[in-house]
Nanobody, 114 residues
């Protein structure tokens, strides 16, 4: 069973930056396709970025492409999300997970103020 612990969220002004981290337990992290998801108030949770086990292939949702960067450190069982030029519409709870998703962590809240 994988446990996922997200951190790094907070309150930031529009145009600012945050870097999220997600530490995964278990021995399968380095061979797992990983992603960042987010759920805004009143909306469904959706995938916004993914990264293959060796980091060779990365995909982004159109809404974050060019502003967010996903990366991973397999030695630390950690996946990151660097978020730049944040917008108010980026306000959401952010989660990391495998693809396909397994048990969800608690997520980390990101709030972008205008």
């Amino acid at each position: 069973q994988v446990q996922l612990v997200e951190s790094g969220g907070g309150l930031v002004q529009a145009g600012g930056s945050l870097k999220l981290s997600c530490v995964a337990s278990g021995r399968t992290f380095s061979s797992s396709l990983m992603g960042w998801y987010r759920q805004a108030p009143g909306k469904e949770r959706g995938l916004i970025a993914s990264i293959t086990p060796n980091g060779g292939t990365i995909t982004y949702a159109k809404s974050v492409k060019g502003r967010f960067t996903i990366s991973r450190d397999n030695a630390k069982n950690t996946v990151y999300l660097q978020m730049n030029r944040l917008k108010t519409e980026d306000t959401a709870i952010y989660y990391c997970n495998k693809l396909p998703a397994v048990d969800w962590g608690q997520g980390t809240q990101v709030t972008v103020s205008s």
